[in-house]
């Protein structure tokens, strides 16, 4: 039996923010598949709740519309049968009774209440959810990222949430930890020998963790004006793929096992702050370029501040300080408005220590093992080979290259399809647990507090191009360059 033919208890899955971009673009999609792969109990209820003046129809014909052409629509109705819509203000009384009713009359089901809104809005909703009991018996809540704008407020979030929840029932959810490639990173290394041996600074020379959006802000403007790119991006996924390729071997994959591993990661890496900020980072925002094909206006334009000093890019090089790792450099890079859309794990190996080959047979480049989790997720690991054919010998550095998609014969799921039943389920594998979070924001903490005390405006960089001139600079000066040959 796979897994996507596993099913589960019946439940009832609350969305706050149920008419937002996630709920509408990724939770929905993915429950509809789970829902056509048979793994939704035809008891199991979904219910959106946001402040507008809908009922269920109405929140159907919604969603209705955005599912049709996204998702196959043959059990479509069927589906929405099992969503349901109430109008709700976290922060005022009127609906809270309506809606205890509502989750009340099936005291059997597991509860799911997801977060999809602003964090600033998570203490409100759990204090509801306390209030009305409904945290009691078979709950669990979910919290999206960013938990927190530093160290302080995810704290001060983390102490509130869990006064209604315990930890035990608490998901902290990062998606990029649902991806399929993620996932098989730890098959790679652990379920093969070939690997394990060689993951180390013996044999490793650099690791390069890249996401690239080809997107700008967007109608996410006002959030991200407050976020920024080390918010969004480097302080949660980046830091748990970081993690994911960097961690010793678990005695086991049960959650805590591999989440004990995770944080000794983030213990071990080695602080970035006005010491050396300025010399291992760099911070950028996009201007005015041609991006997939067309011209698009720059971040302080879309914005509508031409004075903001938020970052739309950031590259850095982090060290980890333990016995592994030592002297290996992992370098990460996100951004907006670049080239393609990407996130990958490039992690290249060190030269062969002698060369039998002539000059005239090629260069000898390194190995190199390419994870890419979007678009098309998969592994390729690049060899040295000989060229086919008489004439003697030339060298060509070739990928083995291994798409999902293809070796399958299968679309990979979307992360959210996975991670959503395992809160069902109750499994926190895939989660972030209350210690990782803090670990994670100690040591992003001293990054921002370093740009700030700088004063500089982050470089600009034309949309369209892989960042300010200063990233490639970063990682040029240690002789290496950013991977952008694998596709």
């Not at 439940?11 to 008419?19: A, C, E, P, Q, S």
């Not at 909703?125 to 938990?147: D, F, H, M, T, W």
């Not at 109750?426 to 990054?447: C, H, K, Q, S, Y």
């Amino acid at each position: 039996m796979t897994a996507s033919s596993q099913s589960v208890e019946p439940f009832d899955l609350v969305i706050f923010g149920g008419t937002g971009d996630l709920a509408v673009r990724k939770l929905l999609p993915a429950l509809f598949h789970r829902f056509l792969d048979g793994q939704i109990p035809a008891s199991s209820r979904i219910v959106g709740i946001a402040r507008e003046a809908l009922d269920d129809n109405g929140y159907r014909a919604q969603l209705r519309e955005a599912l049709v052409g996204v998702c196959a629509a043959a059990q479509l109705d069927v589906f929405l049968q099992q969503v349901f819509y109430l109008p709700l203000d976290a922060r005022k009384d009127e609906g809270w009774d309506d809606f205890a009713a509502f989750i009340g009359n099936q005291p059997d089901h597991i509860r799911v209440f997801y977060l999809s809104t602003s964090p600033e809005l998570f203490v409100d909703i759990c204090n509801r959810l306390g209030q009305y009991k409904l945290n009691e018996g078979a709950s669990r809540v979910v919290l999206e990222k960013p938990i927190g704008r530093d160290l302080a407020s995810a704290n001060q979030i983390n102490d509130a949430v869990g006064k209604v929840f315990s930890e035990s029932q608490t998901f902290r959810i990062d998606h990029y930890l649902g991806k399929e490639t993620v996932q098989n990173l730890l098959v790679l290394r652990f379920g093969n020998a070939l690997f394990e041996p060689l993951w180390n600074s013996a044999h490793i020379d650099h690791v390069q963790i890249t996401v690239a959006e080809t997107l700008g802000v967007g109608h996410r403007g006002t959030y991200y004006d407050r976020a920024g790119a080390l918010r969004d991006m480097v302080q949660n996924h980046m830091l748990q793929l970081l993690c994911m390729v960097a961690m010793e071997p678990p005695s086991s994959l049960a959650p805590d096992a591999v989440r004990d591993e995770k944080l000794k990661v983030l213990h071990s890496l080695k602080p970035i702050d006005d010491s050396n900020a300025a010399q291992l980072t760099v911070r950028g925002q996009y201007r005015a370029g041609v991006a997939e094909g067309a011209s698009v206006p720059g971040y302080p334009e879309e914005l509508g501040n031409n004075k903001s000093n938020t970052e739309t890019f950031v590259a850095l090089k982090a060290e980890i300080a333990n016995w592994r790792w030592a002297g290996v450099p992992f370098y990460l890079r996100t951004g907006k408005r670049l080239p393609s859309r990407v996130s990958e794990i490039a992690v290249t190996f060190k030269p062969v220590p002698h060369s039998i080959f002539s000059a005239d047979a090629g260069t000898l480049a390194q190995n190199r093992l390419v994870l890419r989790l979007q678009p098309d997720e998969g592994v390729k690991l690049w060899l040295t080979i000989k060229h086919p054919g008489p004439g003697g010998l030339r060298l060509r550095h070739v990928p083995l290259d291994m798409s999902f998609a293809e070796a399958f014969g299968v679309q990979q799921p979307d992360a959210y399809e996975r991670l959503l039943l395992d809160v069902v389920r109750g499994n926190p594998t895939l989660f972030m647990r209350r210690d990782e979070v803090e670990a994670a924001w100690r040591w992003a903490g001293p990054i921002l507090a370093a740009w700030t005390a700088s004063g500089e405006a982050p470089r600009p960089y034309t949309a369209g191009s892989w960042g300010p001139s200063a990233a490639v600079a970063l990682i040029e000066r240690d002789g290496h360059t950013w991977n952008e040959d694998s596709e």
